[in-house]
């Protein structure tokens, strides 16, 4: 069965990092954590041209680094290996040569130039990279008992319930192109912070520059509008591989088919953000905050932000509360300027406030509504034609649970 | 008893609002709330000179409104009147014209004028004030049954679970000045948030601009230095009323004991902003992070905001958890240049890094550290002379319980 999105972009129904041609994946049991897969690769049978994004905060782990470097050398990337269970962040010089020393091995196993193999760490922080565990899952890599995407998908989880993936396809140049990810999300392992990464692969020929430039402005409009705690870590990174296999025109923003192709990465992008704000830790739905009509693009995007970031919000999602009130707070210490006779706001499409004035609305319906899987806000500002999305999770005693536990 | 600070701000035991000379308060039921008190009042006997600081929120209440208003047209205040249950917020000009009402009634009452009084509200938004509960409230001013300090921090309080209140003095020019103070804070009413409310009183003179340059400084960094839970309310508000009957030379910046007295009103505010923090919602102790040697004030303060704000740093002290990694990662997400070799955090005495080195602490003596009521969290930039300090509390399961429960 093939899923339809518009009339463009179809959604493969078990779409994977693998459904792009040219590509391979695979995870095992290296060690690093007591039973569950917990080293993975993803592998292009030629280098491919790529683009990154990494982790604004100011402790950057040494896999980032290390990956970064040797990115910005050619704007190739033949390999990913991955490993959960430790961060390999907070090692200093030690963890810096352990990420090399990991990038090297898997290039000579592999071999692929050293540059092109990019290496990502999850997991604790602050503690060394066991390399015996790792040469030991580079090793594997080799074993066809080991390839299956969902092995990979699984092998780069944390705290996470569900793996994360997606793939779609679109017509380039009358090529199907098919474009895949591969993510993990909001879980937290001890003792540490949510690491997000996200790894999605295509078999379409893109230019560097091009793809770098669609990846950051993507990036901004899809990972970096989820949130499932405000805290951003140490490890957060996204990648890009382009391994022009099926032979289309090399696409550039002059290409024809270039909006296309950017709309794909895009959903790809943000189906990979939603799946992971919904695997929230402790989160029993997803909340999507739409702005419309905001004055500017940064008005509509901090005024999702401030309400999908709010504790208040979140706890009375999680309480089936239609808290209108919650939601006008937080729109209006976004410190965004606001027009406040203009704003409505509506819980789906149960208006509750219209024009700054509250709405007599039926808060039996409406509580009837917040108790579905999914939730959507929508804030109309009315006041320009900037819109932005949002997304998070709501805010629930399992999310104390597991981030109170002492680390044992 | 006299508790002493240094040598120059003297605690007193019990202190009040009405501690400072010529100062009334009081408080009754007037049917805003089922039984609690909720309808207070501060009187003095003569007009004060007065400073006041609000909200940033785009939706500032009425009473706000009207409040800086009549403040800003001869800095003079002589009566505050406030309810708890109805914050008269996103009530539209209905709200406006009935906390106009609010101020008439009770300069009528109390034979002052008009625009010297002030006027706030706390509680439920989005509903019309009840004018005739109100009224009756007003009309209590006068019986002095209801006279008493207690019962204004009590008519004051929403979900708080404690009254809020401290006095200090100092000498100033041979004579000795109280001060006093009294807060609600981080109660959340439903359908509502967490509206601040401080009110401080001096018998000291005080030249006008110079109070209100001091009341905005201080507040950045005592009421502008605590979360609960991030957002910050419609009705936010502190008032400082000085009225003079201390008959010492008038204090402007460039009388000699400017800064002691300047030192004691940042007392009395931090330490009401203390009493807030610790009395969050669901919340079982205090957190204070201290950040020294910052490179600039800014980064200061927004790395300290950082660590304090963060929900993961604040479920680990919940769980009595020395989850260094959350707080390095929360200082590496403040958006401030962080030279991260330097950097040392401790809790408590306990160092945890040093110089942006893990350090090999003993976890259990750190675990029963943060099983205290009161953790600190310092955290050394070495990297410059500045120093901000920032209080919050940890985040539980009745935070949670609070806030997700169903209006009812």
Known sequence: MILTKGKKIQVLQDGHVTSPKGFSAGGVHCGLRKTKLDF??????????????????????????VTKNSLEKDDQLQT????????????????????????????????????????????????????????????????????SPEKFEQSILTTDTI??????QIEIDGKTITIGGAAKGSGMIH????????????????????????????????????TVDGDSSTNDMVLVLANGMKENHLLTENHADWMRFVEALKFVSEELAKQIAKDGEGATKLIEVN?????????????AKAVISSNLVKTAIYGAD????RIICAVGYSEQPINTDKISISLGEIE?????????????????????????????????????TAWGCDLTYDYVKINASYRT
Not at 59 to 64: E, I
Not at 322 to 325: D, F, R
Request: charged share 15%; net charge negative.
């Open 163 to 168: 793996t994360k993936h997606v793939a779609v």
């Open 80 to 147: 990913i290996v991955v490993n959960s269970g430790n961060a390999n962040s907070f090692t200093g010089t030690q963890g810096y040569q352990d990420a090399l020393k990991m990038q090297q091995l898997a290039a000579e196993k592999l071999k692929v130039e050293v540059d092109n193999v990019a290496v990502a760490s999850t997991g604790v922080i602050g503690e060394l990279l066991p390399m015996e565990n790792i040469e030991a899952g580079i090793q594997s890599i080799g074993d066809s008992n080991h390839l």
């Open 322 to 325: 239609p808290n209108w009130g």
């Open 352 to 388: 509750v406030v219209h024009h700054g004035q509250v709405v007599n609305f039926n808060e039996h319906e409406a509580s009837q509504y917040l108790q579905a899987d999914a939730v959507i806000i929508n804030v109309h500002m009315q006041d320009g034609m900037y819109q932005a």
């Open 291 to 303: 702005t419309t009509g905001a004055p500017s693009e940064t008005a509509a995007k901090q005024v």
């Open 40 to 65: 993975g690769w993803i592998h292009s049978e030629v280098p491919a041209c790529a683009a990154g994004v990494y982790t604004l905060n100011a402790f950057q782990a040494a896999p980032l680094k």
């Open 191 to 226: 003792p540490n912070m949510a690491t997000m990464l996200g790894f999605i692969t295509t078999d379409a020929a893109v230019e560097a520059q091009s793809l770098q430039k669609a990846l950051r402005s993507i990036t901004d409009c899809s990972f970096n509008m989820i």
